[in-house]
């Protein structure tokens, strides 16, 4: 078998006049977690529904588990299982009811199918609360029965769209254990999100997404490491006095925080930024409650790669 789960060339599609995407083209390899991280309205679902032959692509190559969406969409729907952004749980039945119904759907025999449902209740820790109606699931246990349900069939290849979004924190950690345990279980996952902290934590790499085109692509740390490394950030005693520190101190592109009296800024050499910036401040007799170096989260590796990073202010 390939080592290669999914390729993406070129992809093109176009709605009326508006190009949902405009030459897209990503490889993941097979038994990763592939993040597509990207806001709204920057072509994730329309990626999403032509992996998954939902929708033809105008142009490109696009290949899943080794056949060609369009010319192969049959053996390609074989090998797949889909977790849209609106599932089809029948809200009446109970968590086992649904899953063996999947199965039934899927032409699973009556035995296969319950033995399938039971399998994957305990797999997701939805085993005590199979008989329950669905309408009274939490919404981080109905995403995960969402999340059995695609799996009922043990697709090689596995599309998450927007797994968490309107889940509560706590229904997101549950949701991202139960991504963590089928990766765990050799299914390659292609997941689109719009929360840079979920792709850092489950995917292996990332093609970060804008206007229907990859703009970045690497592991989290690799796309940390592409904004300019390293950050100063300086917390100040005295709000009044962050306008001074701007002025005074050894660093560019500052950006301020008032409501959290925090100054920071991009460094290279980080002792060197550090000890310019203590005995700046000890110079001017401005106290700092806390002065750190850190690596850059997520948020600003995508406002930096997106050119939207106007919130950050040069100093004068
Ligand atoms: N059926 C459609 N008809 C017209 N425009 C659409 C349709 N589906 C999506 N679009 C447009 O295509 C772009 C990409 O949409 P989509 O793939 O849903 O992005 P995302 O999932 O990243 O939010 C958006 O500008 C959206 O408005
Ligand atoms: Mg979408």
Known sequence: MADTAITVEGAEKTYGDKKALNGLGLTVARGTVHGVLGPNG????????ILSTLLRPDAGRIEVAGHDVVREA???RLRIGLLGQHAALD??????QNLELFGRLHHLGARRARARADELLERFGLA????????QYSGGMRRRLDLAASLITEPEVLFLDEPTTGLDPRGRAEVWS??????DGGTTVLLTTQYL?????????ISVVDAGR??????????????????IDVILRDAGQLGAAVALLPLTGISVDADRRLLSAPVTD????????VRALREAGIEAEDVALRRPTLDEVFLHLTGDDHRVKEAA
């Open 214 to 231: 990859v703009i970045a692509e690497g592991t989290a740390d690799e796309l940390k490491a592409e904004t300019g490394g390293d950050r």
């Open 270 to 277: 980080r002792m060197e930024a550090l000890s310019g910036v």
């Open 178 to 183: 139960s991504v963590r345990s089928l990766v």
């Open 74 to 76: 049959y053996a390609v």
């Open 91 to 96: 809200e009446e039945l109970g968590g086992r």
């Open 42 to 49: 920057a072509g994730k679902t329309t990626l999403v529904r």
């Open 197 to 205: 902290e979920e792709a850092d934590q489950l995917a292996d790499r």
């Open 128 to 135: 005590d609360t199979g008989r329950k109606a669905v309408r």
